[in-house]
């Protein structure tokens, strides 16, 4: 591993910032220098990883997720955005919630977000314990400056996962419509479908977006959404995907 160290200004030159810009980010922890005698440093891969990190940010992220869940031999996704296990995903959920708590008009609901954002990881990793299709885990990734957030998994997604308590349930888009409007009860742990229940109470009453798609139904929620329109869609996605926009 490169562990050449670089000075800030070389940085600030490397990323096409100011300098004081880079103090900010330090001292906000988005990206943290290291002090030598009260002067602030970097490790340049670290440097050249925030670079790859932009680049992809800069793209569609939608875009990335939709390829890699439609991709019949998909590889894991960048570390950037890949959560093997639901420890990665919890600490990458509360980093997410620093992040978003400073934006300009979410000072009362970014709490709402990271809790949607948190059930639809924790219903992947819930939901498809022992049970993977072939990569495990969750694709999380977010873009601050568009506001949206992007989860998907390659699981076996909503109707597998409801045939447990509902065998008779025969469609992607009779589930999808159970797991958003109805309570299922059962025993521990085949409780399911409640997370996106409470997933549609937030954003139904708040100025947030989600698109949802299992298998091959799709769903849009907004605020003021009453019934759910669910879409019979032609191509089939293994697993789940989700889009959030606030």
Request: glycine share 6%; proline share 3%.
């Given at each position: ?16 910032i ?105 219903n ?32 076996q ?22 797991a ?12 399911r ?54």
């Amino acid at each position: 591993m490169n562990q050449k160290i670089i000075s800030i200004g070389k940085v600030a030159k490397k990323l096409n910032i100011s300098i004081d810009t880079l103090r900010r980010w330090d001292k906000s922890g988005r990206f943290s220098a290291i002090r030598k005698s009260g002067k602030r440093f970097y490790r340049e891969s670290d440097v050249d990883e925030l670079i790859k990190q932009e680049t992809i940010l800069s793209s569609d992220l939608f875009k990335t997720v939709l390829d890699w869940i439609s991709d019949s031999a998909p590889l894991e996704p960048e570390s950037l955005f890949y959560c093997p296990n639901s420890l990665v995903f919890q600490s990458r959920v509360m980093k997410f919630e620093k992040n978003i708590s400073h934006l300009i008009g979410l000072e009362k609901t970014f709490p709402l977000i990271s809790a949607i954002v948190g059930e639809i990881g924790n219903n992947s990793f819930d939901h498809n314990l022992g049970n993977w299709t072939d990569i495990p885990g969750v694709f999380f990734g977010y873009d601050l400056n568009k506001r949206e957030v992007v989860l998907a998994d390659r699981g076996q997604g909503v109707l597998k996962t409801l045939q447990r308590v509902r065998p008779q349930l025969s469609s992607d888009e009779q589930a999808l419509k159970v797991a958003f409007s109805e309570i299922i009860s059962g025993r521990a742990p085949e409780a399911r479908g409640n997370g996106l229940k409470f997933v549609k109470k937030i954003v139904t009453t708040n100025n947030f977006k989600l698109f949802f798609r299992t298998g091959s139904a799709e769903l849009n929620l907004q605020r003021g959404t009453t019934d759910l329109h669910i879409k019979k869609e032609k191509n089939y996605l293994q697993g789940c995907i989700a889009l959030i926009n606030f």
